[in-house]
């Protein structure tokens, strides 16, 4: 069973920059396809990106969409979320997602994800 632990969240203006990370412990994180999906108060869970296990296959949230890049360093068990011209609207928890399946595509559903980590705060100011 993989744990992962998310950081590099903080408070940040408007048109900012700000790189998260997820570092898996346990195992591998070559095992899974790993995922970025977020909450705002008073909002439910939202897809932000994910990623296959090679690192060749992405999808985004068409929100975030040039402006936001999923990667991963395997041999660092370690994946990362760049967020560049990051907006008001981008602010939430940030949590990171380990998917064991096996599909055509990378998940995009919060549902395809069994392990989570335990978020990490974004805040962008105005």
């Known amino acids: 069973q993989v744990q992962l632990a998310e950081s590099g969240g903080g408070l940040v203006q408007a048109g900012g920059s700000l790189r998260l990370s997820c570092a898996a412990s346990?195992?591998?994180?070559?095992?899974?396809?790993m995922g970025w999906f977020r909450q705002a108060p008073g909002k439910e869970r939202e897809f932000v990106a994910s990623?296959?296990?090679?690192?060749?296959?992405?999808s985004y949230a068409n929100s975030v969409k040039g402006r936001f890049t999923i990667s991963r360093d395997n041999a660092k068990n370690t994946v990362y979320l760049q967020m560049s011209s990051l907006k008001p609207e981008d602010t939430a928890v940030y949590y990171c997602?380990?998917?064991?399946?096996?599909?055509?595509?990378?998940?995009?559903?919060?549902?395809?994800?069994?392990?989570w980590g335990q978020g990490t705060q974004v805040t962008v100011s105005s």
């Open positions: 990623i296959g296990r090679s690192g060749r296959i992405t």
């Open positions: 997602s380990a998917d064991a399946g096996w599909r055509l595509r990378v998940g995009t559903g919060a549902d395809e994800y069994e392990y």
């Open positions: 346990g195992r591998t994180v070559s095992n899974y396809a």
